[in-house]
């Protein structure tokens, strides 16, 4: 399985994320990052590397699935 999300790349899209939470939400500088995911109901990074970590699991383990199957048919 694919490793984590390396931190400086974490620290680099946190930045850009709570940008975009602050413009959509009209919050002020200086608004906790973590209340204004919550409060909008996103997840973190962290959160949302691991939902395409098990997504790209599934797609690879069911196409392999339906590979196999093909071939003995």
């Not at 209340?35 to 990074?45: E, G, N």
Request: glycine share 4%.
């Amino acid at each position: 399985m694919l490793g984590k999300l390396p931190l400086c790349l974490v620290n680099i899209y946190e930045k850009v994320n709570y940008e975009a939470a602050k413009l959509v939400s009209g919050a002020i500088h200086g608004t906790s990052y973590l209340s204004l995911l919550k409060d909008l109901s996103w997840p973190t990074i962290e959160e949302r590397f691991l939902q395409l970590r098990f997504v790209t699991s599934y797609n690879i383990v069911t196409r392999l699935i339906s590979l196999i199957v093909s071939l003995h048919v």
